[in-house]
């Protein structure tokens, strides 16, 4: 049974960063692509960013691009989500996920295996 970990979230102020990690286990890791969603009360679940089983190729959705960088590391099992000048409206809780197939999409609808979810809060 595979099992998503996900974890780092917390409360920071705008500008600053967090790292968030996601550990899995009970399955092959480097057959699925990794990706972090986010999703905030009463609205959809969003596509944050997304890397491929080799880690060779990674999306990000245009309201991260810059300051986000998605990787991972097949040796430990390990997905991670580093974010940079965080802004109030990164608020929200970010879930990993883990692709049914190993290149990543946006559409959240491709990923077979969830997290339990991280709350990430960013004040002004």
């Known amino acids: 049974q595979v099992q998503l970990v996900d974890d780092g979230g917390g409360l920071v102020q705008a500008g600053e960063s967090l790292t968030l990690s996601c550990a899995v286990s009970g399955g092959t890791f480097n057959e699925h692509a990794m990706a972090w969603f986010r999703q905030v009360a009463g609205k959809e679940r969003e596509f944050v960013a997304g890397i491929s089983w080799s880690g060779v190729t990674a999306y990000y959705a245009d309201s991260v691009k810059g300051r986000f960088t998605i990787s991972r590391s097949n040796n430990k099992n390990t997905a991670y989500l580093r974010m940079a000048a965080l802004k109030p409206e990164d608020t929200a809780v970010y879930y990993c996920?883990?692709?049914?197939?190993?290149?990543?999409?946006?559409?959240?609808?491709?990923?077979?295996?969830w997290g339990q979810g991280t709350q990430v809060t960013v004040s002004l």
């Open positions: 996920a883990a692709g049914k197939t190993g290149w990543p999409d946006q559409n959240h609808e491709e990923y077979i295996y």
